[in-house]
């Protein structure tokens, strides 16, 4: 079964940052759009980036400017990589590809 795994979350200080890595077996991984999601507690999922099988991304309004999407076709891997993380922003982090099961997430922890 295909499944995505996500990675590198962590415990982080206001205004540092975080690199998330989700690594997949799809075959049809080129193709695909690939997104990262987030959900705080007490929250619903909310999609923070997704990226297109050119290379064009899209970004949630509030992590515009902070947050960078990106993938490498050859690996399968996709990440985020996380800029001036805010104190209101812990969550867990979950990668998504179209008809792929939910990984486990990786949470990351933003201290003031």
């Known amino acids: 079964q295909v499944q995505l795994v996500e990675s590198g979350g962590g415990l982080v200080q206001s205004g540092g940052s975080l690199r998330l890595s989700c690594a997949t077996s799809?075959?049809?991984?080129?193709?695909?759009?690939m997104a990262w999601y987030r959900q705080a507690p007490g929250k619903q999922r909310e999609l923070v980036a997704s990226?297109?099988?050119?290379?064009?991304?899209d970004y949630a309004d509030s992590v515009t400017g902070r947050f960078t999407i990106s993938r490498d076709n050859a690996k399968k891997m996709v990440y985020l990589q996380m800029n001036s993380l805010k104190p209101d922003e812990p969550a867990v982090y979950y990668c998504?590809?179209?008809?792929?099961?939910w990984g486990q997430g990786t949470q990351d922890a933003v201290s003031s």
């Open positions: 990226v297109r099988s050119d290379g064009a991304t």
């Open positions: 998504s590809a179209p008809y792929v099961p």
């Open positions: 799809k075959s049809s991984f080129s193709v695909q759009t």
